[in-house]
Structures are given as C-alpha cells and as structure tokens.
C-alpha cells in the first residue's frame, strides 16, 4: 500500500526506480514489482515539485496509482489518455518526458498547469473547464475507425466532472455508435459508492475477463435462439450485478459496466485495465480513490489542499507583506450574507464554487436559500431563471470563465424573458497561472451585447459593494464583474446603498487626454494621470453607458482612452467607440485592453505588463499615441504660429 508522508520535502528525494522511468516507454520496461515502489516515488517527486512551485495538489496524489497503471498497460502516445479538467495531471506530466521542466510549473514561458496538445504529444487533449473528457475521448475513438486504425481512447473522469450535464451526453452517445473507448471514472468522494474491498475488486477481474465476456458472448447467440430466453438472462445478469455494484445506471445506457475498484492497488487496477482494453464496445471503469492519497494533512482535509502556494525557502528572510484589502471574493460573500439578512427573498446559486467564490458562511447561516448545483453551469442559470418566475431573487455566483459554459441560458433563459436576477462574476480578467483557459477575458464583450443586461465594472472593494445592490435592485438581469485577488483596500461602506444607474465618477481633472477605466486599473490610470496632467473617470458602468459623459469629454480632450481587463474586440471601449459614431463625434481614440490573442499563464503582474496594462505600459501608450497627434497635427506654438 502506498507510504503516507506527513511533510513536503524541500530537498528533491532520492528517486532510483523513477529515474529509469522517464517517460512511458521506460516505465513499461519496469517489472510489476517495481511499480509499488515507482508509485512511492513519484509520490516524493509530486510532494517535491509542487513545493517548489505552487499548483494544484490533491487531485494529483490520488491518481499516483491510476496515473501508473494507465501508462503500463496502454500503448501511449499511440493509444489516446484524455484527463478531465486536469488538476490530477501533475504526474502524468513528471511520467512524460517532462519532471526536469516541473520547476517552470505555471511560470511564464514554463509548463501549463493542465494539458496542452501544443506541449506533449502525450496531451491528447487541451483541457482546464470540466467534462469534455469523454465527448473528446469518443471523437477520437471515431476517428481512428474511420482511419482504420486500432488504437484506444481512454477518458479519466471524476466523479465531480460527471454531474456535468454534458458528460452524459456523451455517456448516451457513445453505446449508440458503438464505440470501442474506456471510461475511467475516478471516483475520490465516495460519491457514488462505498463499495469498495476485497469482494468488489474480486467481481471487477471476473467480470472484465476474457473468459467471462467469451462465455457471456456465447451464451447470448445460444440463448437468442430461443425466444425470450435471452432476455431474461440479460435481466438477471443485470440485477445480480445491480445488488452488488452500482453500475445498474451505466450499464442502461449501454456501458460494460466494471467496478468499483480500489484505485490505490496497482496489481488490481493493471490487470483489470489489462482485461479490459482488449473488450470491444463502450467500457466503463469504476475506481474509488482517496484525494491527496500519501499525504497525511491533505488526506485529512482535501479542500484545503486542493492547490498550494510555492513554499518559501527554509532560510528565506522573513519580508512584510504589503497591506491590501480583502479578497474581491470575500467582499461578494459579506454582501451576500448582509443582503439576505434583509431580504427573505434572496437565494445563492452556485455552480461547485462554494470556497472559492466565498460562499461558505452563507451557507451556513441561510443553507435553506443555498444551492450548490455542482458542475452544472447550464442549469445553475436556469434554475436561477425558474425561480425569479416565482418571485425569489436569486444571486448567481460564477466565474467568468464558467459563466461562458452557459452562455445559451444567459439569453434564452434569463434574458429574453427580463428576469430578476443577479450574476456575482469573479475572476473577470487575467487570473494569472492558471492560464488561458481560466482567463475571464470576454464577459464584457458578450455582456454587453445582450439587449436590457445591466453591465457593472467596480474599481475597488466599496464600488463592488455598492454595484452588487444596485445590479440585485435592478428589474432585469445584472452582472457585476469583479477580479481575482485583493482590491486596494478602499473603505467600505456598512450600508447597502445602490449606485444611480448610468452615472460615471470623475476621479482626476485634467488636460488633453480623458482616461475612462472601466474596472480596476483606476490606480494605474491614477499614476500616469498625474505624470500626464490627464483626466481620469472611473466609469463604472458598461451598459448602460455614461453617454454625457462620453460626449463632454470628447467635447474638451483630444484623446480619449479607455481601460479594461477584457478583450479590446467587442468590450467596453467598443462601446464608446459605437456611441461616438452613431453621434458623428470625431475624436481620437486609444483602446487598451487584452490583444486578440489568449494571454499565456504567468504571473498577474508579467500578464499585465505583457498586454500594457501596467502603468509604464498605459503611460507608454498614452505618449505614443499623443507623440503620433502632434506629429499628425503639429500644434500651435506662439502667436505667429
């Protein structure tokens, strides 16, 4: 069974088994024997790697096993492994040809947090958003018998990714094609079963033989002959197996249903994937494992050691952080606890984010009015829709990237019929290691164009506040959206006093140029206004757009630029720009924004600065485009100019 380590190493461990196994090719090489040790190890390595650099944790330890087995028996690149979300693909990665690049791990220019085609050929499939593992895994399985080919296409699923309604779709389609895949679920809740131990495992190598499926074969063309005989031997076969594993759901949509098994025996888990990769048809396979497996403390709480942050060095000096306010998060979550508290109406809807958008006291002090829906974005919108119906006025807490998952609902559901309620959108903009997939970097582009949607950007912790009652007061649907991270630490008012719609602040007088932010660069917009003596106007709202404001500015600046964290394409500079033509108002314009092109993962501020959007960026932008003005348009200069 594996070790369990109760400290992260911060000297890398001695690894002899692992080193001979750099990438699957070599790990096959491996006696069986070998391999309880090769997961002890690899174990470290993970524990060590993920030390040094921050990352996702948990989900990784518990895969160790599966993430071994998978490689030995199956003939990878060639035979097609798909990860969902990919959280757990840290030791894939170290098993790949890649440990020596793990230190660059979610580092600009490094390896990507999860998956990427562009970065192995062992990465079949670029994930990051949940349950696209078995649609992908099932387009891959066509493919190769429309080629003609023989290789296997594995799905590894968790039992979280499969609450997602797509998951299922695939689950359906796949027996009707008759695909020849595998599904592995990785079942590390215990959400679906219990029924895990020696009887179990013992049923799974039965049932996943050559010799069982050889005499089940041949007892369906004996028994097809006689009428109806067949089918009641499939009925018994199916309630038999239905009292002792809980594949009955499975194997009614068509699977080859096997399991539960325990997902840390590697013996168990080799020879039952043996058994099963020569099968023909759809194969599901059922293992139950334990998230952050091998670690004392994350065994005992996964969700805190869902991911980590890098560990500083032993002897690092210890340095003062810098003093910021609370998350943009934990501001949403008192809001919501404070508006629920005066309003018995509102409910909280998310979709498996309760920690990380913070609705964790919420709830616990009104767990009647909470609804986790888990990875379901889809029907967390409509369920938000079916409610407003009724009168509730529900508070729909996603992530932007999330959000687009539901963009459909958005419309249909929620927006044509001008219903109350209120999306709390966090994570819009760049969120930093995560990457490309995680960035919330279009929701004001396909806000904004949605008819009678109230768009609110917040440029500090009290501006959210106050934009939060004012979208939950809105008759229609409103969106607040707001980043990742800790805002500037701006006093926040105790009161939950709307804001009137429409209506910019101007935060700085000035000359020549106007700079109208949209969200939370007002600072960096602040700093290059006083080297500039520039005009800066927190705008705060999207749509309905400050359109007086936009004219008087126009009327008495020669430049005008607009700020945000969102895509330049389709976003809220779009929106000034459209204003000004459709009123035949002439005036230069400098949109400065995220480029058409997805930002790769690094560090917040190196995105940033590597889009413009840090304050020597803006400013250098800002010269530019004025230096271009005056060499354009030379200004007078004198009297006799």
Known sequence: MPKTFHEIPRVRPSTPVLDRAATPEQLRRLGET?????????????????????????????????????????????????????????????????????????????????????????????????????????????????????????????????????????????????????????????????????????????????????????????????????????????????????????????????????????????????????????????????????????????????????????????????????????????????????????????????????????????????????????????????????????????????????????IHDVAVQHLDVLFAIDRAGLVGEDGPTHAGSFDLSYLRCIPGMLVMTPSDENEMRRMLTTGYHYAGPAAVRYPRGNGPNAAIEPGLQPLEIGKSVVRREGKRTALLVFGVQLPQAMEVAEKLDATVVDMRFVKPLDEDRVRSLAEQHELLVTLEENSIMGGAGSAVSEYLAAQGIVVPLLHLGLPDTYVEHAKPNQMLAECGLDASGIEASVRARLAALDSATPRATGSGA
């Open 34 to 410: 070998e391999l309880e040790t090769l997961a002890d190890e690899l174990r470290q390595e993970l524990l060590f790697s993920v030390g040094q650099t921050g990352g996702h944790f948990g989900a990784g330890l518990g895969v160790i096993e599966l993430t071994i087995a998978l490689h030995y028996v199956f003939d990878t690149p060639d035979d097609r492994l798909v990860w969902d979300v990919g959280h757990q693909a840290y030791p894939h990665k170290i098993l790949t040809g890649r440990r020596e690049r793990m230190a660059s791990l979610r580092q600009k220019d490094g390896l990507a947090a999860f998956p990427r085609r562009s970065e192995s050929e062992y990465d079949t499939f670029g994930v990051g958003h949940s349950s696209t593992s078995i649609s992908a895994a099932l387009g891959m399985a066509i493919a190769a018998r429309l080629q003609g080919q023989s290789r296997k296409a594995i799905a590894v699923i968790g039992d979280g990714a499969l609450t997602a309604g797509m998951a299922f779709e695939a689950l359906n389609h796949a027996p009707e094609v008759g695909a020849d895949m595998l599904v592995v679920l990785n079942d590390n809740d215990m959400s679906i079963s219990r029924n895990v131990g020696g009887l179990s495992n013992y049923l799974a190598k039965i049932l996943s033989s050559r010799t069982y499926s050889s005499m089940r074969e041949g007892s369906k063309k004996v028994l097809s002959r006689l009428p109806g005989a067949w089918e009641i031997a499939r009925r018994t076969e199916e309630y038999a197996k239905g009292m002792l594993v809980p594949g009955t759901l499975f194997e009614e949509l068509g699977w080859n249903y096997i399991g539960p098994i325990d997902g840390h025996d590697l013996p168990i888990l080799i020879a039952t994937l043996r058994n099963m990769r020569d099968l023909k048809g759809p194969q599901f396979l059922h293992v139950v494992t334990k998230k952050g497996k091998g670690f004392a403390p994350a065994e005992v709480d996964p969700i805190t050691w869902h991911a980590i942050s890098k560990l500083d060095p032993v002897d690092a000096p210890s340095t003062p952080k810098p003093v910021t306010g609370p998350k943009y998060s934990n501001v949403f979550g008192q809001w919501l606890c404070d508006m629920a508290e005066a309003d018995p109406r509102l409910a909280g809807i998310t979709p498996a984010m309760k920690e990380g958008s913070d609705l964790v006291a919420f709830s616990e002090r009104f767990p009647e009015r909470y609804f986790d829906v888990a990875i379901a974005e889809q029907h967390a919108v409509t369920l938000a829709a079916g409610m407003a119906c009724e009168g509730a006025k529900p508070v729909v807490a996603i992530y932007s990237t999330f959000l687009q998952r539901a963009y459909d609902q958005l």
